[in-house]
């Protein structure tokens, strides 16, 4: 009796106040009402006219400002990116769900592209951008030393040394990418263990080759670091064989 009703119902899946307030955000870019450089209302604004909590409204702030979809300038607010408005659905929906099954694909991309911009952000880096990256070491350190949430911090460290590389292009391609490793990690529980501790060091070596302008050993230990998420994206991936060849 049942087995007829099995592709009729759909799963309800209750959405949290933070994924509602950036599903809101993304009807009101898609319709235009909200344009690249358009001013947000104030937190306290939002949290008045969405009817939820201001760490809600804060959460979802940072969470898109993390993906670079929303920035907020001094004494100037929170104002939506200058991207194109294509660029920023397709963000937003990257932000809001993921296929899992793509994760290895996924990883292989930000192999190629990070090596790249390690090597990049070695030949072009500045005095601030080197500031940039070591600022946002800390803050992952901060959060393994204290056993909190550190994958967007580490993922944030990736993104720096994409702004130091001078390739906006490439930066941008991080930024679609991100999400959804943010979301598999998370969901997956990628960095368990003794992870994050190990890839604090690897993250040093990393930013140590760039200060230098060492850019071959920039590149090298990026990809070190990466091997190893590589590695268990293919176990991951039921399409790939031990080998790392196609099925």
Request: net charge negative.
């Amino acid at each position: 009796m049942e087995e007829k009703f099995v592709n009729t119902f759909k799963e309800i899946i209750i959405e949290k106040p933070v994924d509602k307030i950036i599903q809101q955000i993304k009807e009101l870019i898609s319709s235009g009402k909200l344009k690249s450089g358009d001013k947000l209302p104030s937190e306290r604004a939002l949290s008045e006219l969405l009817g939820v909590g201001r760490s809600h409204v804060r959460d979802a702030i940072r969470k898109l400002e993390f993906y670079g979809i929303l920035k907020t300038l001094p004494q100037s607010g929170t104002v939506v990116a200058g991207l194109g408005i294509t660029a920023l659905e397709g963000l937003i929906t990257d932000v809001l769900k993921m296929e899992g099954r793509d994760f290895h694909a996924l990883v292989e991309t930000r192999v190629l592209l990070e090596t790249n911009s390690a090597r990049l952000a070695a030949q072009r880096r500045t005095d601030d951008d080197i500031v940039a990256i070591a600022n946002s070491l800390t803050d992952y350190e901060g959060a393994v030393s204290s056993d909190g949430d550190s994958v967007e911090y580490d993922l944030l460290f990736h993104l720096k040394i994409a702004e130091a590389s001078k390739n906006p292009v490439l930066k941008s391609l991080m930024l679609i990418i991100t999400p959804d490793i943010v979301t598999y990690f998370k969901n997956n529980n990628v960095c368990a263990g003794n992870r994050p501790v190990t890839a604090l060091e690897e993250h040093y070596k990393i930013l140590e080759y760039i200060e230098k302008k060492d850019s071959e050993k920039a590149a090298e230990s990026m990809k070190d670091h990466l091997n190893e998420l590589l590695n268990f994206s293919i176990n991951e991936n039921p399409l790939i064989n031990n080998n790392g060849n196609q099925k």
